[in-house]
């Protein structure tokens, strides 16, 4: 039999790509794909995380790998409460009172879509919810101070969404979200080679190529790499040869698009903290899609600023979710003007 222990407080980032939860004692206790395999027929649920993607393309019409998240919002509440009902259950185990929980939401979400995270983690077990904000989050766990009344300016590119946002006394002063990121390049990709070399492959593929060789500028020596896939024409197996120029010019888009982006992001900051941004590190990158080789360089060049990669961006969100488990009770006692966090309806 399990042993009982008292309650415990986690973070969790709810992202499109990746749920992740932070805990005290482990840090980043639960990395797992948000993706759920449901049986159409019966509703019956049959695997969750990487054992879902494992499915994903290789599944009998039956079943449906879906992702309940989507762009950083609940596409499917019934089946993400399912799903953080399994997580939340995984990390906290066997314990006396459930977690007290602090979630980061994407900028510009409606009241409603916060109601929809809230109830979806009081479903799946949690004793309180408090909400952050992904910018603020982000910049928390890439180890920057958002207290003091100087601007930074995060931006963080995920799987589904770009959150871009310049951060002072613990809050958002200017933010701005598109739903091009991670997955932009991915589709891109698709588009490219289906068009260019008529072959057809799935998102799998396309997210080795990109990990593998894909670049918004040139790289030092030009890689390349094989592709296997579907004929486009005659649906035989075919493979084709493609290089990193090749994926720099299929990425040009989805890049230039998140590049915008900041420039509209920074050109909406009052000129006080936008100047703090010359003298007070520049943009910090956080998300998995800010790994993308040339990334950092390439808004570097097109806003004249210090750009800098976060250490393990992808966990930067989780991590801020953690450390800001901290202010739960001082926001409850005192804090609630200067406290980064939300309680929904409080
Ligand atoms: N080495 C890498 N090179 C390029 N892209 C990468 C790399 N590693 C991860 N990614 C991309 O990072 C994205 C996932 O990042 P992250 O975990 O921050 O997203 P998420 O938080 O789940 O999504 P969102 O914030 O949009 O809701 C995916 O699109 C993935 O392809
Ligand atoms: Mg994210």
């Known amino acids: 039999m399990k042993k009982l222990t008292i309650g415990m407080d986690v973070g969790i980032d709810l992202g499109s790509d990746t749920v992740k939860i932070y805990t005290h004692d482990r840090q980043i206790s639960l990395m797992e794909p948000t993706m759920v395999a449901v049986d159409r027929d019966t509703d019956e649920i049959l695997a969750f995380g990487s054992d879902a993607r494992q499915m994903l393309g290789r599944t009998p019409e039956r ?66 919810v408090c909400l952050i904000e992904t910018v603020v989050a982000a910049a928390l766990g890439a180890g920057l101070d958002i207290s003091r009344p100087c601007g930074c300016m995060v931006c963080d590119i995920g799987a589904g969404t770009t959150d871009i946002g310049v951060i002072s006394i613990n809050g958002t002063a200017v933010s701005h979200w598109i739903n091009y990121a991670g997955n932009s390049f991915n589709e891109a990709l698709i588009e490219f080679i289906a068009s260019r070399h008529d072959l057809v492959i799935g998102p799998q593929t396309a997210e080795l190529i990109k990990r593998e060789i894909g670049c918004v500028i040139p790289r030092e020596a030009v890689l390349t790499v094989t592709v296997k896939g579907r004929h486009f024409r005659t649906g035989m197996p075919h493979m084709i040869r493609i290089n990193s120029e090749d994926i720099m010019e299929a990425f040009e888009e989805p890049a230039v698009r998140i590049c915008r982006a900041v420039q509209h992001t920074l050109e909406e900051t009052p000129p006080a903290l936008a100047g703090d941004l010359l003298t007070n590190g520049g943009i910090t990158l956080t998300g998995g899609g800010a790994k993308i080789y040339g990334m950092d360089r390439l808004i570097a060049e097109r806003t004249k600023l210090n750009v800098n990669l976060a250490q393990d961006p992808e966990i930067c969100v989780a991590l801020g979710t953690g450390k800001a488990i901290q202010f739960i009770d001082t926001r409850d006692k005192f804090e609630k003007e200067t406290s980064p966090l939300d309680v929904f309806g409080a």
């Open 63 to 128: 079943i449906a790998v879906i992702s309940p998240v989507q762009h950083g919002r609940i596409h499917n509440f019934s089946l993400t409460e399912t799903m953080l009902t399994a997580y939340v259950r995984e990390v906290c185990g066997n314990r006396i009172f459930m977690p007290r929980v602090v979630v980061c939401v994407p900028s510009g979400v409606s009241e409603v879509e916060k109601r929809e995270v809230v109830e979806s983690l009081r479903a799946a077990g949690a004793r309180k």
